[in-house]
């Protein structure tokens, strides 16, 4: 299958494509201008070379964006550099409104939003993890000793799996982010959770790790 674009006037770092959205299908794009792009993604005209249609442009950054997530509703859509913006997707989607929330000593190194959309959870390089709640505005933050490279929310909403950069595994136990759960592991990445188990994908290997939680 063929993509056909309007002409980019920049080099893309990242793509999202909205999800839960069924009178339309919505990608969202980050720049090196450090501007965020939302397109419609459109297979009508042409079923063999569909189409990307510009419909917004999302600024706000002032440095180069590291996460692009949608939250799992579809609703919002959260972009980091060293601070974080947090866009509410309107209908038109050129009215799209946004909250900035203030950076730490660092930049963001991983986003991921809770499984009901109303936290999002931030890795700063600096060894912060922040946890932010959109309904009411509290935030719950854990000094790390070590920051987090990857981190999974259970879909349940009971823990979060963080992947640190001294290549251990911690299960924190949500909202208080308190460990409940470490493991010296080899150079792993965060998949996702699949039930009462984590997956766990090695970088530069060929098989995964699953972690049972009881």
Known sequence: MQLKFELFDDFILLSAVQPNNPKALRIATASLKNVVKLWHYSAAIEP????????AELTGHDKQIG???????????LSTCDFAL????????????????P???????????SPDSTRFMLGYFNDILAMHNITD?????????????????????????????????????VPELDVVFKKVSLNLKCKKFKENRILIGLFYHHFVVVVDIF
Do not use: M, Q
């Open 86 to 101: 947090l866009w509410e997707i309107t209908e038109p989607p050129s009215n799209n409104k946004f909250k900035k929330y």
């Open 67 to 77: 996460n692009l997530v949608w939250s799992p509703d579809g609703r919002y859509l």
């Open 48 to 55: 063999d070379a569909p189409t990307l249609t510009p419909l």
């Open 137 to 173: 505005g509290t935030i719950v933050k854990k000094k790390l000793e070590y920051s987090a490279r990857a981190i999974c929310w259970d879909p349940l909403d009971r823990y979060v799996a963080i992947l640190s950069f001294d290549n251990h595994l911690y299960l924190r136990k």
């Open 103 to 113: 950076p730490e000593v660092g930049e963001i190194h991983t986003a991921v939003w």
